[in-house]
Structure formats: structure tokens, C-alpha cells
């Protein structure tokens, strides 16, 4: 007898199975390629037992999911990133560069802005020091009354009480938290009175001091601050580290300004004669040889150096950056305190 061919499989279960597993696997490979993940969230059918059924059945396996999602992607045309590495990371833009600036204050509240900075017109009096934060376009200004204006984008944080100073004691400096979130203000006697993020890290006000304190600065940190005395002597508080002082030299005139340099890591003392003195901090120059027409007052960072006001609005620029203008030759300018951005 011939031998009969054993009939075809055609058993409509292994069909609808394998069709199944077929719509299945494209799904998951078009979720996956477009970056979805419905399955991964909502699903709980078992793959590898739909697998197995279709292989005791004499079914051929199916390729993986990985295989499908990248067969289905070259069908589709989709080549998203994120199914092989991840989705991309957004980039930040960079920081536009700081414009230099600075700003000069008069006693009688004027402040005269150069470069980036603006002038203001503030309407108070009795102007002591001004205080800037040296990435922001803002100043703050201390009055004899106690009272600190914010200019700019910086934020007022309070005034002085000033009832509750001694007899005689005066207002003297204004010091500021290098974020802009606050400032000290510091009277001759040495106390320290804090306004925003500024802590009291000590102060001089029971100390005898040969010679009234006369300026202030802030750490880069924030956290710490120095003090000078016209005397040459330098007061390290906080995370301010002590580099020397004037106080045991013979100085021709007193001290006026204290500047950090760059880093923060060192700083520049300034004699109201122009004299400067380096401490940890590169010389860049003085003026004790200059005949000045007024003694300078103040002096703030700028670049890789410092700047020096005199009390008739001249600007002494000892950095790397452009000189960007000055009051000299006005009379009566009365200058009082230099800010500078950079």
C-alpha cells in the first residue's frame, strides 16, 4: 500500500496563537522604537509561554522583542536614541560674559555710574560707604542715619537702629554677602550688625583698638568677613584667613580700604596717600609717588587688580581691563564709596 503523507497542521488555535504573538511583538517593538512604555506599565501577558506554546505546536520561534523593535524601527523609519542609549540630556546654555562696571557714591547720596553700571539719583544724605556685590548691577549705600539703599537688583535688608549705638559711635562701613543675600554694617568702634544671610562671626566692639575700624569686606564664601583699622591693622572673622597687616609699620597716611583679589585667597590694603599693600595678592601698583589733589577714599576689586577713588572723583584703574571714565576735576565731588563690577 502507498504510504500516506501525514496531514497538515492546520489547527485554527496554533493561527490565532501565532497571530497574536505577531500583532503582540509589533506593538512592543513600536512602543519601545518610539521611546513608549505601555507595556512595561500596564501589561501581564507572558511572552515566553505564548513562545512555548507555539514550539510544542511546531511552530518556529518568534524573533526577541529587541529583534522586532529594531526590525520594526527600520520599517518605520523611527531611530530614537532612547531605545538604546537613553534619553539625551538638555543642554544649559552658558553664562553670558559680566559687563565691567563701576559706580562712584557721593556724600550727598549721587551715585555716578560707568561702563555697564548706572547713575542714580537716591535723594539721601550723610552717605558713609557703599558696598556691591561684584556679579550683579546693584549697591548698597550706608547713610550716618543708619539707613542702607539698595540700587539695582540688589534688595534692602534693613536699616541700623542707630539708638542703639554709644555715645559717639559711628557708622563706618558696609561689607557684602557675595550672593547679594545680605550685608554688615560696621560701626568705628568695631561692633558688627547683621541684615539677610550675613552672620555675626565676632567683632572688635569689646577689643582696644589703636585705631578706628574704617572698613569691611566679606569672605567669597559668605561666611566670614575682615576688618580693618586705620591704623593698619587687619581683624580675620569666620573663614577669613589673617595674611598680614600694617599695623606694626610706620605708614605715612592711615589705611581707608581693604580689597580681596581675585580668588579671594589674599588682599590689598590702601593708605589714603595711594600707598597699597599686597598681602597674598599680586602688586599692581600704587600711587604714594602721585601728587594727588585729594586723598583717596576707597578702592574695590576690578579684573585682576583694583581700582582706587579719590575724594575729587578721580578713578586709579591698576587692573587689565579699560578705564571707563571718572569724575576728576568736578569740584566738590565729595566722594565717599567705590563699587565695581567684573
Keep these: 500500500m502507498e504510504a500516506v503523507a501525514p496531514p497538515t497542521l492546520h489547527d485554527h488555535r496554533v493561527l490565532g496563537t501565532v497571530a497574536a504573538a505577531i500583532s503582540l511583538f509589533v506593538v512592543v517593538a513600536l512602543s519601545i522604537a518610539q521611546g513608549g512604555d505601555s507595556i512595561a506599565q500596564g501589561s501581564s501577558l507572558d511572552l515566553g509561554a505564548e513562545l512555548a506554546a507555539l514550539t510544542e505546536l511546531g511552530g518556529e520561534p518568534l524573533a526577541s522583542p529587541a529583534e522586532a523593535a529594531n526590525a520594526a524601527a527600520s520599517a518605520t523609519g523611527v531611530n530614537d536614541r532612547r531605545t538604546t542609549m537613553g534619553a539625551s ?19 550727598d547720596g549721587a551715585v555716578h555710574g560707568f561702563g555697564a553700571a548706572a547713575s542714580v539719583a537716591t535723594g539721601e544724605a550723610g552717605i558713609v ?3 556691591g556685590v561684584g556679579s550683579v548691577d ?18 534692602d535688608f534693613g536699616d541700623v537702629e542707630t539708638g542703639l549705638l554709644l555715645p559717639g559711635e559711628q557708622l563706618a562701613a558696609i561689607a557684602a554677602v ?25 567683632d572688635l566692639f569689646d577689643a582696644p583698638l589703636n585705631g578706628s575700624v574704617v572698613a569691611a569686606v566679606g569672605t567669597p564664601t559668605g561666611s566670614g568677613y575682615y576688618l580693618v583699622g586705620s591704623d593698619g591693622g587687619v581683624f580675620a572673622f569666620g573663614d577669613a584667613a589673617y595674611r598680614g597687616s600694617m599695623a606694626a609699620a610706620e605708614l605715612n597716611a592711615p589705611l581707608v580700604d581693604i580689597a580681596l583679589d581675585r580668588d579671594g585667597g589674599g588682599y590689598w590694603l590702601i593708605g589714603a596717600d595711594g600707598g597699597v599693600f599686597a598681602f597674598d595678592a599680586e602688586f599692581r601698583g600704587s600711587l604714594n609717588d602721585a601728587a594727588l589733589n585729594e586723598p583717596i577714599v576707597a578702592a574695590a576689586p576690578f579684573g585682576d587688580g583694583y581700582l582706587l577713588a579719590a575724594a575729587d572723583g578721580g578713578i586709579f584703574n591698576f587692573s587689565e581691563l579699560p578705564f571707563l571714565g571718572s569724575l576728576s576735576g568736578q569740584s566738590g565731588a565729595g566722594i565717599v564709596g567705590l563699587a565695581a563690577r567684573s
Excluded: C, K, Q
Excluded at 138 to 155: E, K, P
Design 89 to 107: 540630556l538638555p543642554t544649559t546654555a552658558p553664562a553670558p560674559p559680566i559687563e565691567p562696571g563701576y559706580v562712584m557714591v557721593r556724600a
Design 129 to 131: 560707604d557703599a558696598a
Design 138 to 155: 546693584g549697591t548698597w549705600i550706608l547713610g550716618t542715619d543708619g539707613v542702607v539703599t539698595a540700587i539695582g537688583a540688589l534688595t
Design 178 to 202: 557675595p550672593d547679594g543675600s545680605g550685608y554688615w554694617v560696621v560701626t568705628d568702634a568695631g561692633r558688627v550688625i547683621t541684615f539677610g544671610t550675613a552672620a555675626n562671626h565676632g
